[in-house]
């Protein structure tokens, strides 16, 4: 079949996509760009927030009145949407096919055969006829080939799952327990990125740092932060960590390894220990401010960004004023600052009651304000100086091309300054809350030919 597919929500999603098109592509399949080129759409989705869902159903609905137009088209729902009752019941509700859990993505081809069978069966055509395959860990040892040649980033999962339990999220639920990948599998998948010219890699996982914890034969996630830099493929990056586990050896690891990225994100959620607490986050304020001193004072010129839920249930004005004080403190130069959604199937979502709609969304403006005043203030400290940018495309107006610093700035320059794709020096002119502007100085080695879409 032509198949074309969709993902929602974050970089392990877009890994799995590489794996669904990997497995489509043996199975006999042929990806397509255009979805209505397609027999076949899958949807790898994402149930961490509410506006994903609401979109998956949006398109589902429309998907449904084309095929009752009369379009042959089969459905898939992949992703940790469909790992839930919500999304099976999304699936049954629009006709869907397919629905496969994040961690059975290797079952897609077979489950595809089936498919075919039961369409052909008039038996088994009966209304609700879902293949449904639930979680397991059958990803683990599973090698994801290198991305196209040409592809300047390159996605590796490190391991799946989470054995926390924060009481808003839906993770644990939908990918499972914390599973480490095999040492050699990392490695092999890495040195095909570096053969393969990628310049960038970014080592993915619910929680990076726990990685070997519970396999006394792995390394810790520090040593292979150590042995995937040592490649040489020219940046590493990594996402995400939780404090709980952030140890000053990942740290001593980051300022060891110069193709480390100088970037860390670190989720802080609230500033509040009473949210923290209610939110089971397992660290308290003052210990995470202890961890940016000590990567502030080990990382020269490091940039933290953090994740922020504003107006989780009970949290009053004091709370978040906590929160402000941190941003205050920690001066972090980026945010993921998001309003609370409550998610069915949660602690939360079971014990506590949402907050007023409008008094989440007046918190959050103060603090995008605030965000913003400490990224502006942060990144004019950049101007006049030299920083090292991997060019990957076109900005929206057509003027400038965009990339990304290793500081993980948005850094933008004249597009007739560009010829190539691939990493450039850069000197820094300006700057915006968000975006650095500069000028090229020079490429460097691995640039590649030039393919910007117009
Ligand atoms: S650490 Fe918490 S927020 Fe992150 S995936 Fe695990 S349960 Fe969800």
Redesign the pocket.
């Known amino acids: 079949m032509r198949a074309h597919v969709i993902t929602y929500g974050c970089q392990m999603n877009e890994y799995d996509t590489l794996t669904i098109h990997s497995e489509l592509v043996a199975g006999g399949h042929e990806i397509v760009d255009a979805p209505q080129d397609a027999e076949l759409i899958l949807l790898n989705t994402c149930a961490v927030r509410g506006k994903p869902v609401e979109k998956v159903v949006s398109l589902l609905g429309d998907l449904r009145k084309e095929r009752r137009r009369g379009r042959d088209l089969t459905l898939a729902l992949m992703g940790c949407l469909a790992q839930l009752d919500e999304g099976q019941a999304i699936a049954r509700k629009f006709d869907v096919d397919l629905v496969i859990g994040p961690g059975a993505i290797t079952d897609l081809v077979p489950a595809l055969d089936a498919v075919e069978r039961r369409r052909s069966d008039a038996h088994a055509s009966a209304p609700g006829g879902v293949e449904r395959l639930h979680f397991r860990d059958d990803l683990v040892d599973h090698i994801t080939p290198p991305p196209p040649a040409g592809t300047q980033t390159g996605f590796l999962t490190i391991m799946r799952g ?5 009481t ?2 839906i ?2 639920t939908t990918r499972g327990p914390e599973v480490s990948r095999p040492l050699e599998a990392i490695m092999h998948e890495a040195r095909a990125m570096h053969d393969s010219g990628v310049q960038e890699v970014v080592l993915l996982g ?2 990076v740092n726990s990685y070997g914890l519970h396999d006394p034969t792995l390394p810790s996630f520090a040593e292979l932060l150590r042995l995937v830099a040592r490649v040489g493929i020219p940046r590493v990056k990594f996402t ?1 960590s ?1 404090p709980m586990n952030f140890t000053s050896d990942v740290i001593d690891a980051i300022a060891g390894e110069p193709n480390v990225c100088t970037y860390i994100h670190l ?1 802080v959620q609230s500033g509040s220990d009473r949210v923290l607490r209610r939110m089971a ?1 397992e660290y308290r304020r003052e210990r995470y401010l202890e961890i940016v001193r000590e990567i502030r004072a080990k990382v020269p010129d490091v940039v933290l960004s953090t994740d922020i839920i504003v107006g989780f249930p009970g949290e009053t004005e004091d709370d978040f004023q906590r929160t402000v004080d941190l941003f205050d403190e920690v001066r972090f130069e980026h945010a993921y600052m998001f309003i609370y959604s409550a998610r069915p199937g949660t602690p939360a979502h079971t014990h506590f009651d949402d907050m007023p709609r409008e008094v989440k969304t007046e918190r959050l403006g103060r603090l995008i304000e605030r965000q913003k005043h400490w990224a502006l203030e942060a990144n004019r400290r950049w101007i006049g100086r030299e920083v090292r940018v991997l060019v990957k495309e076109r900005a929206k107006d057509g003027h400038y091309v965009a990339g990304h610093s290793d500081q993980n700035h948005t850094v933008l320059v004249p597009a007739d300054q560009v010829r190539r794709l691939g990493l450039h020096r850069v000197r820094v002119d300006h700057a915006t809350p968000h975006t650095l502007y500069g000028g090229v100085l020079g490429e460097r080695e691995g640039a590649v030919e030039l393919r910007l879409a117009s």
Request: hydrophobic letters at 5%; aromatic letters at 6%; one cysteine or more.
């Open positions: 989470c054995d926390h339990h924060c808003y999220c993770v644990p619910q929680n995400t939780h989720p986050r």
